[in-house]
């Protein structure tokens, strides 16, 4: 099981306390973006600190605030091969309610989704960059085996990982079905990242994971937590901020059964 923590501006501070702590990491590709520029920033070699870090499409983001990507594929995939991501997320179309508000304009998403992936990979090969990481998308069951479907078909051949969108707001026995669901149908070798799917979902998941499925999760909950504690009667500084990441990443790990011994809460 893994848990990536997402990274907040100030990219270096924070996966400066990350990266020394070996928690991977998650970044959005809206945090990139300059939106006065229209361009994605240089990403140099060292902002990061080295740690293991990939990259999200900010699909739900873009959507949210932009009603559409504010950057062309091309660009992002630009930003794909200007740093060395552990994986980085093709562009997929969110399907949450607020986004997606009736069942056509869901099964629209679910292909659009795989249609970007088509695009994105042959992109990506035309310019040398690794492939895409594939995102599964729907809202019901069935339109995550529709996905599979119509992703199976750009893909030929499943890799090692694929991301299953539009989880972050799920109670985890709806998250569960489709795991179990997507657990049924795909090749056991094919891990699942399930984008921002709360903790209180992957002991859920003991069966899955027993069969040898990968499965992995990403939160920002950390820092809402941190500035909900503390509500500007104390500076939410980056360290302090950090502390509150770490502490959120080995408490839930130890709930998943999984900590390393050794570590614990982090101080700075």
């Given at each position: 099981?893994?848990?990536?923590?997402?990274?907040?501006?100030?990219?270096?501070?924070?996966?400066?306390?990350?990266?020394?702590?070996?928690?991977?990491?998650?970044?959005?590709?809206?945090?990139?973006?300059?939106?006065?520029?229209?361009?994605?920033?240089?990403?140099?070699?060292?902002?990061?600190?080295?740690?293991?870090?990939?990259?999200?499409?900010?699909?739900?983001?873009?959507?949210?605030?932009?009603?559409?990507?504010?950057?062309?594929?091309?660009?992002?995939?630009?930003?794909?091969?200007?740093?060395?991501?552990?994986?980085?997320?093709?562009?997929?179309?969110?399907?949450?309610?607020?986004?997606?508000?009736?069942?056509?304009?869901?099964?629209?998403?679910?292909?659009?989704?795989?249609?970007?992936?088509?695009?994105?990979?042959?992109?990506?090969?035309?310019?040398?960059?690794a492939e895409p990481m594939p995102v599964l998308q729907g809202w019901l069951v069935a339109?995550?085996?529709?996905?599979?479907?119509?992703?199976?078909?750009?893909?030929?051949?499943?890799?090692?990982?694929?991301?299953?969108?539009?989880?972050?707001?799920?109670?985890?026995?709806?998250?569960?079905?489709?795991?179990?669901?997507?657990?049924?149908?795909?090749?056991?070798?094919?891990?699942?990242?399930?984008?921002?799917?709360?903790?209180?979902?992957?002991?859920?998941?003991?069966?899955?994971?027993?069969?040898?499925?990968?499965?992995?999760?990403?939160?920002?909950?950390?820092?809402?937590?941190?500035?909900?504690?503390?509500?500007?009667t104390l500076p939410n500084s980056v360290d302090v901020r950090a502390c509150w990441?770490?502490?959120?990443?080995?408490?839930?790990?130890?709930?998943?059964?999984?900590?390393?011994?050794?570590?614990?809460?982090?101080?700075?």
């Amino acid at each position: 099981m893994t848990l990536r923590l997402g990274v907040p501006a100030s990219f270096r501070r924070f996966s400066t306390v990350f990266a020394g702590q070996g928690a991977p990491m998650l970044v959005s590709a809206n945090a990139l973006y300059n939106h006065k520029t229209h361009r994605f920033r240089t990403v140099p070699h060292d902002l990061f600190s080295g740690g293991d870090i990939a990259l999200d499409s900010a699909g739900f983001v873009a959507m949210a605030h932009y009603k559409a990507y504010p950057w062309q594929p091309a660009d992002y995939v630009g930003l794909a091969g200007s740093y060395p991501w552990t994986w980085w997320a093709s562009m997929d179309y969110c399907c949450e309610p607020e986004i997606a508000a009736d069942r056509s304009v869901v099964k629209e998403r679910v292909t659009a989704t795989a249609d970007m992936l088509a695009t994105v990979r042959g992109l990506a090969d035309s310019e040398g960059v690794a492939e895409p990481m594939p995102v599964l998308q729907g809202w019901l069951v069935a339109d995550y085996l529709e996905s599979v479907g119509l992703v199976g078909e750009v893909l030929g051949e499943w890799p090692g990982l694929v991301g299953v969108g539009s989880m972050c707001r799920r109670q985890p026995r709806s998250a569960l079905s489709i795991v179990e669901a997507l657990h049924d149908v795909l090749p056991l070798s094919v891990g699942l990242h399930l984008f921002g799917a709360k903790s209180d979902i992957i002991p859920l998941l003991g069966d899955v994971m027993a069969a040898g499925r990968r499965i992995e999760s990403d939160s920002m909950a950390w820092d809402q937590a941190c500035r909900m504690d503390r509500p500007g009667t104390l500076p939410n500084s980056v360290d302090v901020r950090a502390c509150w990441a770490m502490s959120f990443y080995w408490r839930t790990l130890a709930g998943w059964h999984a900590v390393p011994s050794g570590q614990g809460r982090l101080t700075l």
